[in-house]
């Protein structure tokens, strides 16, 4: 199963799915490419360490929110040159339009630092740590039209030890998240998540 990465930042989400594919234990799943829509994310430079394909696509060329009509048409047709069939939001910071979720339909999945759900946006870690809950921890789920929103596919919780960092809880939800998406990927090229139609 062909694998599309599509990533914003940092990418040590992506690199968590690259190494468990270079040690073989990703099952049937490829990546096949990463893109992103900042021409500075460091998640390119992590592509290229592992030899997969890249590239900075802008999606709004006035720098706004969102997509603008060209951006989603590029955006389809890189995933379909990449012959992508499943594409993995790993830190992707866009809400997809409808088009590219239809383009892709049940096809994408997003992960989000958080239980959702509970804390959707940005910081979710952050919003966890000061709203005092005891556990918190991130999804997998499939992608709609929607801040964080979709059908969740797998989650994993991480206990908030007693006095914990907020710096230290970024640190546990982030491990959770390197072995919740490389897995819910290789169950999924397995077939024991169904995606897509079925
Ligand atoms: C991850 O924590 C991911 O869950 C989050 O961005 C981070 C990307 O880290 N995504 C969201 O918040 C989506 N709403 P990475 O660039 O190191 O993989």
Same mark, same amino acid.
């Given at each position: 199963?062909?694998?599309?990465?599509?990533?914003?930042?940092? =990418?040590?989400?992506? &690199?968590? $799915?690259?190494?468990?594919?270079?040690?073989?234990?990703? !099952?049937? +799943?490829?990546? /096949?490419? *990463?893109?992103?829509?900042?021409?500075?994310?460091?998640?390119?430079?992590?592509?290229?360490?592992?030899?997969?394909?890249?590239?900075?696509?802008?999606?709004?060329?006035?720098?706004?929110? =969102?997509?603008?009509? &060209?951006? $989603?048409?590029?955006?389809?047709?890189?995933?379909?040159? !990449?012959? +992508?069939?499943? /594409?993995? *939001?790993?830190?992707?910071?866009?809400?997809?339009?409808?088009?590219?979720?239809?383009?892709?339909?049940?096809?994408?999945?997003?992960?989000?630092?958080?239980?959702?759900?509970?804390?959707? =946006?940005?910081?979710?870690?952050?919003?966890?740590?000061?709203?005092?809950?005891?556990?918190?921890?991130?999804?997998?789920?499939?992608?709609?039209?929607?801040?964080?929103?979709?059908?969740?596919?797998?989650?994993?919780?991480?206990?908030?030890?007693?006095?914990?960092?907020?710096?230290?809880?970024?640190?546990?939800?982030?491990?959770?998240?390197?072995?919740?998406?490389?897995?819910?990927?290789?169950?999924?090229?397995?077939?024991?998540?169904?995606?897509?139609?079925?």
């Amino acid at each position: 199963m062909n694998v599309a990465i599509l990533a914003s930042g940092r =990418g040590s989400n992506a &690199e968590a $799915v690259f190494k468990r594919a270079r040690d073989g234990a990703l !099952a049937n +799943a490829r990546p /096949v490419c *990463l893109i992103s829509d900042n021409p500075q994310a460091p998640a390119l430079e992590v592509a290229r360490k592992f030899g997969i394909p890249c590239a900075f696509i802008g999606a709004q060329k006035d720098g706004s929110k =969102g997509f603008c009509r &060209e951006s $989603v048409s590029e955006y389809i047709s890189a995933l379909n040159s !990449a012959k +992508a069939e499943l /594409v993995v *939001l790993a830190g992707f910071m866009r809400i997809l339009p409808p088009e590219f979720i239809e383009a892709f339909k049940n096809r994408i999945i997003n992960l989000h630092p958080s239980l959702l759900p509970s804390f959707k =946006g940005k910081n979710a870690i952050k919003q966890a740590y000061d709203s005092g809950v005891k556990v918190c921890g991130c999804t997998v789920h499939f992608a709609d039209n929607s801040l964080d929103g979709g059908k969740i596919i797998a989650q994993s919780a991480v206990e908030i030890p007693e006095n914990c960092s907020l710096e230290n809880l970024e640190k546990l939800v982030h491990e959770a998240e390197h072995k919740l998406l490389p897995q819910v990927i290789a169950d999924i090229s397995e077939g024991k998540i169904k995606i897509g139609d079925a």
